[in-house]
């Protein structure tokens, strides 16, 4: 990669809890540095909504609805390199923990069983992306080039995972770096 | 004449009867297992401990020692085996890391670790299994069990109750609990039986002890599993 062309860097969240993208911010005065090197495409930091080609693209979480479906796919398109950052990513994680419960039980549970809004009814707005029956892991709906564990990964593992992949080296996580929770 | 076999190229003396994994564990050596646990009878089924005898991959929690054996244990193919093979446990169950009370303690994600999973891989057949929080002092959640039969010898052999046992054959296999209701509430099944204490992940928890040690200050969150062994009295 050329020195004087900044890498683009894209990131999103899927079903995940941001958990992951706190981290990465957690990296704190790093992100001077770290801006030096990248640019920032689509990510929740830009409020940029649509993927454009990017070299990296970071996904958090696993994919629970359609939009995560179609917002996973537009980054394994635009992305030459795409990581999975965190639990939820690699395994589906906490969210996937409803991947035994039946969708309608779920549903009724929520909106209807439990006091709430008046006339209780499970939202149907079209604008509202159907969920599937399970939570997925990334990997089985697009491929994915590297897995960066952790429950959120801490920030110091993101910061040595993004330096070696924007250094070109394949990344190498410590004994301790190396969580799945 | 003392009885040797090399190791990776490390001499290694056993004493007649011992198996591979037994010399192993005396001499120091780790060799990845899951349902190997010296103080019970060898089970051979995780098959983590395969290592390559004159040629032959062979289990070394079952298989004798011989004197002479040239014997392959920490190798790349060796070990990627091993990482499939705990790829597989970890799809084929529901092993959520971040919301187990076993994490940083548990043996299946340590020896992950000690593999150097990224991901689990394959994919995931997040099987239906239940929580059965019957008994008074024990969680039983068989989300995590990786049929290592651990707690089945432990209670057959040591405790003397016969509690638990692995029904069903191949993909079916399961745990199950001697009682006529199926649940351990309704079985003699003790916090201090030894059952209690061996599962090897966080299918069986001990209640009320909940995060009393953090994430982050756990057996394997700071060292691998073989630091481990070589510090512990052979588990």
């Known amino acids: ?181 | 004449m003392s009885k040797n076999f090399t190791l990776d190229g490390k001499v290694i003396s056993f004493k007649d009867g011992q198996t591979i994994m037994d010399a192993a564990l005396t001499a120091g050596v780790y060799i990845p297992h899951l349902c190997h646990n010296p103080k019970f009878i060898p089970h051979g089924s995780c098959k983590l401990c395969i290592v390559n005898v004159n040629g032959r991959n062979m289990t070394s929690c079952t298989m004798p020692a011989g004197n002479g054996m040239v014997i392959e244990n920490n190798t790349s193919a060796l070990n990627d085996d091993r990482k499939a093979l705990v790829q597989m446990l970890f799809v084929e169950g529901n092993h959520t890391c971040p919301s187990c009370e076993a994490s940083g303690n548990c043996k299946l994600q340590a020896t992950a670790y000690y593999l150097e999973m990224l991901s689990p891989h394959y994919t995931h057949f997040y099987p239906p299994r239940t929580v059965d929080a019957s008994h008074p002092d024990i969680f039983l959640d068989l989300n995590r069990c990786i049929l290592c039969e651990l707690c089945v010898r432990a209670s057959r052999d040591v405790d003397g109750k016969n509690i638990f046992k692995i029904s069903g054959r191949g993909i079916g296999s399961h745990l199950v609990v001697n009682a006529e209701s199926g649940k351990l509430g309704d079985t003699n099944f003790a916090v201090t039986d030894k059952a209690a204490r061996v599962c090897p992940t966080g299918a069986i928890l001990i209640k009320r002890r909940g995060y009393k040690t953090p994430i982050g200050h756990r057996i394997y969150d700071h060292k691998k599993i073989n630091e481990i062994q070589a510090e512990s009295d052979h588990e």
Not at chain 1, 21 to 29: N, P, V
Not at chain 1, 142 to 157: E, H, M, Q, R, W
Request: with cysteine; hydrophobic share 35%.
């Open chain 1, 1 to 181: 990669m050329s020195e004087d062309r900044k890498i683009k860097l894209a990131t999103c969240s899927l079903a995940g809890c941001f958990g992951c993208h706190m981290s990465l911010l957690d990296i704190d005065e790093k992100l001077f540095p770290l801006l030096k090197k990248v640019e920032f495409d689509r990510t929740p930091f830009t409020d940029i909504k649509k993927c454009g080609s990017c070299d990296i693209g970071i996904v958090e979480g696993g994919v629970s609805n359609v939009e995560n479906v179609h917002v996973l796919k537009e980054f394994r398109k635009h992305c030459k390199v795409l990581v999975a950052m965190g639990a939820c990513a690699i395994t589906g994680g906490v969210p996937s923990l409803r991947n035994n419960i039946d969708l309608w039980d779920c549903f009724q549970e929520i909106y209807l069983y439990e006091g709430g809004l008046e006339g209780s009814q499970i939202p149907n707005d079209p604008e509202l992306p159907l969920p599937l029956d399970k939570v997925y892991p990334v990997y089985e709906v697009v491929k994915i080039d590297y897995f960066l564990p952790g429950c959120p990964p801490s920030a110091d593992t993101i910061w040595k995972f993004l330096t070696d992949l924007i250094a070109g080296r394949e990344p190498k996580l410590s004994y301790e770096m190396l969580h799945y929770d």
